[in-house]
């Protein structure tokens, strides 16, 4: 039988990413394990009889996420992360409110996109909350753009949580929450010393709609310091084009890279994502990617 592991290797150094390659460094072979696999199977989930209080404002944490396109929207992400201890319950559409001339406004909601059910939270889980509004009209030739930048959340068990510096474009009309997704909770005993490491995405020249793309990750440690990896993190990555929007959690090929990233040392990362079939070559494909933990990286990759 033909190992899989090993036929991607041979296959890699033939592909495009021998192109992408620093020779000087072997290349971690990419590993089609998906994160949820080795999280916790009750670590967030749909409502239950034994339901947790409403979450409040103490409990919940609010930063943005990143922005980019889905279904031919112009969209924003917010994360709402559960910092305390205990589980609490969300509704299925959080209620989000934009900061207008004329006050708060709440947004509606696309039933037809979203769950319809009650979440509970576990501590250390985070839900992404995609808003989005629509991508198009004769209004965007105009200089003068109606971009939102101030929002906030409320709550259900209390309180509300702001966040400035967002980029919701109610140009063409108003926002709608799209999506609510669940992400498995952060592990706590995460390799200490991620959060030293930096990223570098190294990427194709062009991509195809409905192909797989790929690309290399680079991580660095400019410290002193060994950086363990023996727990292993988790990365998302994220492809964001005119007309959708793909995200995905993966583990990490640890094993490959030797548990480890060696001090004042790098190791280069194989990774394969799949551009949606229905992406538009407007714009290019916005590949970003993120380990759990650490650092960031991201680019654009031109459709063809």
Request: charged share 15%; proline share 8%.
């Amino acid at each position: 039988m033909i190992n899989p592991r090993i036929t991607l290797l041979a296959c890699l150094a033939f592909s495009p990413l021998s192109g992408l390659a620093d020779q000087s460094n072997p290349i971690v072979a990419w590993l089609d394990e998906p994160a949820w696999a080795a999280e916790p199977a009750d670590a967030t989930g749909p409502l239950t009889e034994s339901t947790p209080a409403p979450c409040r404002q103490a409990d919940l944490d609010l930063t943005l996420g990143t922005a980019g396109a889905y279904h031919g929207r112009a969209t924003q992400e917010l994360l709402l992360r559960n910092t305390s201890s205990a589980p609490c319950s969300l509704p299925d559409a959080p209620a989000v409110e934009l900061a207008q001339a004329m006050g708060w406004q709440a947004i509606e909601t696309k039933a037809d996109q979203v769950g319809g059910s009650a979440l509970v939270l576990a501590p250390r889980a985070t839900v992404g909350v995609l808003l989005g509004t629509p991508g198009a009209c004769d209004a965007t030739l105009r200089e003068d753009r109606r971009v939102v930048r101030r929002l906030r959340v409320l709550a259900p068990g209390g309180g509300a949580l702001h966040t400035d510096g967002a980029h919701v474009d109610t140009t063409c009309g108003p926002a709608a929450l799209m999506r609510v997704d669940l992400h498995a909770p952060a592990r706590a005993t995460a390799p200490a010393g991620l959060g030293a490491l930096t990223a570098e995405l190294t990427a194709p020249r062009t991509a195809h709609a409905g192909a797989t793309v790929d690309y290399l990750v680079t991580l660095r440690n400019p410290t002193g310091t060994p950086v363990d990896l023996s727990t292993c993190p988790s990365y998302e990555q994220v492809l964001n084009t005119d007309s959708s929007r793909e995200a995905g959690r993966w583990r990490l090929n640890c094993a490959g890279a030797g548990g480890r990233i060696p001090a004042h040392g790098q190791v280069q990362f194989a990774m394969r994502a799949l551009v949606p079939a229905s992406s538009l070559a407007s714009g290019g494909v916005k590949l970003s990617w993120q380990l759990a933990g650490g650092p960031t990286a991201g680019t654009v990759v031109p459709l063809r």
